[in-house]
T-cell receptor, first 114, second 112 residues
Framework: EAGVTQSPTHLIKTRGQQATLRCSPISGHTSVYWYQQALGLGLQFLLWYDEGEERNRGNFPPRFSGRQFPNYSSELNVNALELEDSALYLC?????????????FGPGTRLTVL | DQQVKQNSPSLSVQEGRISILNCDYTNSMFDYFLWYKKYPAEGPTFLISISSIKDKNEDGRFTVFLNKSAKHLSLHIVPSQPGDSAVYFCAASEYGAQKLVFGQGTRLTINP
């Protein structure tokens, strides 16, 4: 069974640009979660998508947005990039439902903002 | 507001001994707890979980203990092996909140 995949592995952008990160969940999983791990910090919850809808978002500004496609894959978009957006962005998937079930993580996308 | 805290940023244990990683939480509504292991440049890997209706869950070398009155959980690894060297995160969720809350992580180093 294939795990959660993310692309690209690394992404380098300059301040003010937009970044798009992609995630494919484990087959059969309908929920996708996005987390940010800045250097030296824990995982901060960004967004949760389930069955194509945004179910919850963390304490991040609106320039962090995303969507989930009919095949349950997901995109995270970060607009107007700032230097402090440099971080490892992790995607996780789980079976759908009313609560976050055990989540399985992808390898992450390392975003560097110059 | 850090609802899940791992107060030890690092822990060093000799191979073959027991590793005990600790986690405290403040939200009494949390009812599901998980431990993840993370190697550098990889995503976290699920290890073990426990529901608040239990006080212990065991899976091979890994045992998680939950003390609800103290709002404390711990992960025991016995015996510790070199491959256990990683960063360990505890996480918690409450029904309806629709997210996991992670601690800051503890870096475990197993010495030969």
């Amino acid at each position: 069974e294939a795990g959660v995949t993310q692309s690209p592995t690394h992404l380098i952008k300059t301040r003010g640009q937009q970044a798009t990160l992609r995630c494919s969940p484990i087959s059969g999983h309908t929920s996708v979660y996005w987390y940010q791990q800045a250097l030296g910090l824990g995982l901060q919850f960004l967004l949760w998508y389930d069955e194509g809808e945004e179910r919850n978002r963390g304490n991040f500004p609106p320039r962090f947005s995303g969507r989930q496609f009919p095949n349950y894959s997901s995109e995270l978009n970060v607009n107007a990039l700032e230097l402090e957006d440099s971080a490892l962005y992790l995607c996780a998937s789980s079976r759908g439902g009313d609560r976050p079930d055990t989540q399985y993580f992808g390898p992450g996308t390392r975003l560097t903002v110059l | 507001d850090q609802q899940v805290k791992q107060n030890s940023p690092s822990l060093s244990v000799q191979e073959g001994r027991i590793s005990i990683l600790n986690c405290d939480y403040t939200n009494s509504m949390f009812d599901y707890f998980l431990w993840y292991k993370k190697y550098p440049a990889e995503g976290p890997t699920f290890l073990i979980s426990i529901s608040s209706i239990k006080d212990k869950n065991e899976d091979g070398r890994f045992t998680v203990f939950l003390n609800k009155s103290a709002k404390h959980l711990s992960l025991h690894i016995v015996p510790s092996q070199p491959g256990d060297s990683a960063v360990y995160f505890c996480a918690a969720s409450e029904y309806g909140a629709q997210k996991l809350v992670f601690g800051q992580g503890t870096r475990l180093t197993i010495n030969p």
